[in-house]
């Protein structure tokens, strides 16, 4: 026994050392990134089609052409297949994560024998570009593509946020758009589940849209994107502040790469403008707005996803808890009350649903790449023949666990409108939104005014750089720490002369059991807390009070 507390001692000195030495690693790459413009993470050579800062109206977005190699698979594209027009979610980070590595949505395409394009954006927006700006801009992007291929649309392929563009972009662009495909994509912005979806909830307790109007206001005109992804860590806190990191201190000698390409990404948060940051709560994550048919893009257009023509698929999965299948889904019957409506309209909506990946793992995940967008992109051709109506897809691999590109089987089976109707309190969500509404209200008469008046440029910037995201980070880097700057050595020595321990070790056992329960305890405390705030929710908005 005392061998082994000799052993795991010295493993775990050692891991220690190579676990602050990633930390280290992961801080001077988000410096290098910044000071190199945070470019798009793609891991496919490209080129630029169109960029959109030059357009008349400028938006901070480009349009891209991926050059495909020999290690894609085809290189020559095929004339019987549309080309793919992936948009990535503006959602805090930069782009790329479509096309992060081989087994993507863009490499999957590129075997497919398929074009591909790819939509980026810049860090900052342009002043005061709006969401009708960026509209126009996917708009004039998606003319192109059709215009390089002889008339011919592309598939509209969207992540997350960029999931609800596509499907503003296909309403709007009837004719020239292809197939509207939604990865992970929220349009019924109030569906949702007490033990899902406590994300729907924080408008109600944090008084509506006055809070972000107020954050770009400080901003000097800019919303900053780590407030996004601070929102997205705090829903589970046991992963985003313990799990993840004890899996790399734990697995150190095989984890490093892995970490550190997936943080370089996740480490870059970009902007959003005060208008777009606006528009975007007030109209969807509040106002619930585009399901109704009632988001006005510009002054002469309203979104009415009645307009979309081409066949639309859907993947969710039900252990993401930033989309999940109530968010994705219940738009459907907000649009065809009953199947015969949407038989009726000639839609043909097709949804599969993954059991068990996350928000993130539906877009990174090369699992998911090579076995759901592998199977949409191949079944895209034959979606377009399917009769009017609701499907859900089903996926049968011959070697799943092999993750085969060519082993994917596909079936149909016909559902029911009905079957993806998910009730929640509509009436309480209305509270919501006109207490928002009375909040923001008061706050752009009273108080936005003074606000805007003392925010300057070096405050923004100020704010930038003290973000706990950012400041959690670079707190580590080796240009401002001088203790951290010994460790790369360190680790080196310790590379050398690794003495792991055997997995057998008793006391690794007793830390695994401990870190489990570090883990349980975190999440207890998640699940009290959303537990909380769906009483609370109940008890002020859901009784039977008299409207605000």
């Not at 048919?293 to 979104?303: K, P, S």
């Not at 009375?438 to 923004?460: K, M, T």
């Amino acid at each position: 026994m005392a061998e082994q507390l000799f052993r795991y001692q010295v493993d775990v000195v050692q891991r220690s050392i190579l676990f602050l030495d990633v930390m280290r690693q992961r801080a001077d790459n988000m410096l290098a990134h910044e000071a190199a413009g945070m470019p798009p993470l793609l891991d496919f050579a490209h080129e630029v089609v169109l960029d959109a800062r030059q357009f008349a109206v400028s938006v901070n977005y480009a349009l891209l052409r991926i050059l495909p190699s020999k290690d894609d698979g085809p290189t020559k594209v095929s004339p019987d297949h549309r080309p793919i027009l992936v948009v990535d979610p503006r959602a805090g980070h930069g782009p790329g994560i479509g096309g992060f590595k081989r087994d993507s949505e863009v490499g999957m395409a590129l075997a497919d024998g398929r074009a591909v394009y790819f939509v980026v954006f810049f860090p900052e927006p342009r002043p005061e570009q709006t969401l009708a700006d960026v509209h126009h801009t996917l708009r004039r992007f998606v003319a192109k593509v059709c215009e390089l291929h002889d008339g011919v649309a592309p598939v509209l392929y969207g992540n997350c946020q960029g999931g609800w563009a596509v499907a503003l972009l296909a309403a709007d662009c009837e004719g020239t758009a292809g197939p509207v495909v939604m990865n992970g994509s929220p349009l019924s912005y109030w569906a949702g589940a007490s033990d899902v979806n406590p994300m729907r909830l924080a408008g109600a307790f944090l008084g509506g849209a006055w809070l972000s109007h107020f954050t770009s206001d400080l901003g000097n005109g800019l919303f900053d994107g780590a407030w996004l992804v601070q929102n997205f860590e705090s829903l589970n806190p046991a992963h985003s502040y313990f799990t993840k990191n004890y899996q790399l201190f734990s697995q150190v000698d095989t984890e490093r790469e892995r970490f550190l390409d997936f943080e370089r990404w996740w480490s870059g948060y970009y902007f959003l403008s005060r208008e777009e940051i606006k528009t975007i709560v007030e109209n969807l994550f509040i106002g619930n707005q585009l399901e109704q048919g009632l988001m006005r893009i510009c002054e002469h257009c309203v979104a009415d996803l009645r307009r979309i023509r081409q066949p639309v698929v859907i993947f969710a999965s039900s252990a993401d808890n930033i989309t999940p299948p109530h968010q994705a889904l219940n738009w459907i019957p907000a649009v065809y009350p009953t199947t015969q409506a949407l038989k009726d309209a000639g839609q043909r909506i097709v949804y599969l649903i993954n059991g068990h990946v996350g928000h993130l793992g539906i877009f990174v995940s090369a699992s998911v790449a090579r076995h759901e967008h592998h199977a949409i992109l191949q079944e895209l051709g034959r979606l377009e023949t399917l009769p009017p109506g609701l499907y859900q897809m089903v996926i049968d691999s011959a070697d799943e666990a092999e993750g085969s590109r060519d082993a994917t089987r596909v079936h149909y089976e016909e559902r029911q409108v009905e079957d993806v109707h998910y009730a929640y309190p509509k009436q309480a969500f209305e509270k919501v939104r006109q207490v928002s509404e009375i909040n923001e209200s008061v706050y752009a008469s009273w108080v936005s005014p003074w606000v805007r008046a003392g925010a300057n440029p070096w405050g923004a910037a100020v704010q930038k750089w003290m973000h706990p995201m950012r400041v959690q980070r670079y707190a580590l880097a080796t240009a401002l720490n001088p203790i951290t700057a010994s460790l790369a050595p360190w680790a080196a020595w310790v590379k050398d002369n690794r003495q792991p321990v055997e997995p057998g070790n008793a006391f690794l056992k007793a830390q695994a059991q401990a870190a489990n329960s570090v883990a349980d305890v975190l999440d207890n405390g998640r699940h009290l807390r959303d537990a909380m705030g769906e009483t609370l929710f109940q008890t002020y908005f859901c009784q039977d009070v008299q409207d605000l």
